[in-house]
């Protein structure tokens, strides 16, 4: 999966507990994103990041944060996890956008279950 | 808000039959739109780009089409296989010209033998 690792694959945490999810890329590529895939709403993005210390809000970013204090590690925080939080969780990564390929490369998924 | 749509319904062919398969968007006229073929359990993966000016592109056995002026674009797979068989994403630029793509909810393919 293009030099994409996410941590864990699986979890499962109970109401009110933090969560972090790790992504860690070796393509030295700028932009990374956390995406949550649910069955009828399709991926969904939560934040995204240009650069080390860069990140922005996507479209569902309510009770989730972000941090990029190095080039390959992306960490997707659930402060107090609920259970519309129980979701696949899909790192993307992709080069420079001034780049004539704009596409992304995904990692395998973190399955997430909050009881 | 920008919106895509894609069948929900799993498309159900034969092999060797071309599978086509639509992708329409509202509100908004991207400068590219993408197609991303996702198997069960693991990420999508990167099939191919279509630039706002190009009408067609095309990679092996797959074909994309991009009407503007319909605000549609269709994916072609010609002679089918079983091992096509996935669901297939589309997937545009953001109308803030940010660093984000949007993507549909998928269109899943089966491939009968």
């Known amino acids: 999966d293009a030099g994409i690792t996410q941590s864990p694959r699986h979890k499962v945490t109970e109401t009110g507990t933090p969560v972090t999810l790790r992504c860690h890329q070796t393509?030295?590529?700028?932009?990374m994103y956390w995406y949550r895939q649910d069955p009828g709403h399709g991926l969904r993005l939560i934040h995204y990041?240009?650069?080390?210390?860069?990140?922005d809000k996507g479209e569902v970013s309510d009770g989730y944060s972000v941090s990029r204090s190095k080039t390959e590690d992306f960490l997707l925080t659930l402060e107090s996890a609920t259970s519309s939080q129980t979701s696949v969780y899909f790192c993307?990564?992709?080069?420079?956008?001034?780049?004539?390929?704009?596409?992304?490369?995904f990692g395998s998924g973190t399955q997430l279950s909050v009881l | 808000s920008q919106k895509i749509e894609q069948n929900s319904e799993a498309l159900n062919i034969q092999e060797g039959k071309t599978a086509t398969l639509t992708c329409n968007y509202t509100?908004?006229?991207?400068?590219?739109l993408q197609w991303y073929r996702q198997d069960p359990g693991r990420g999508p993966v990167f099939l191919l780009l279509?630039?706002?000016?190009?009408k067609e592109k095309r990679k092996e056995r797959l074909k994309v089409t991009f009407d503007t002026t319909l605000k549609q674009s269709l994916f072609h797979i010609t002679a089918s296989q079983p091992a096509d068989s996935a669901t297939y994403l589309c997937?545009?630029?953001?109308?803030?010209?940010?660093?984000?793509?949007?993507f549909g909810s998928g269109t899943r393919l089966l491939v009968r033998p």
């Open positions: 993307a990564i992709s080069e420079d956008r001034e780049a004539t390929n704009e596409k992304l490369f």
């Open positions: 509100n908004y006229s991207p400068a590219y």
């Open positions: 997937a545009l630029d953001s109308m803030d010209s940010s660093y984000k793509l949007i």
């Open positions: 990041s240009y650069g080390v210390k860069d990140t």
């Open positions: 279509i630039r706002e000016n190009e």
């Open positions: 393509e030295n590529h700028r932009y």
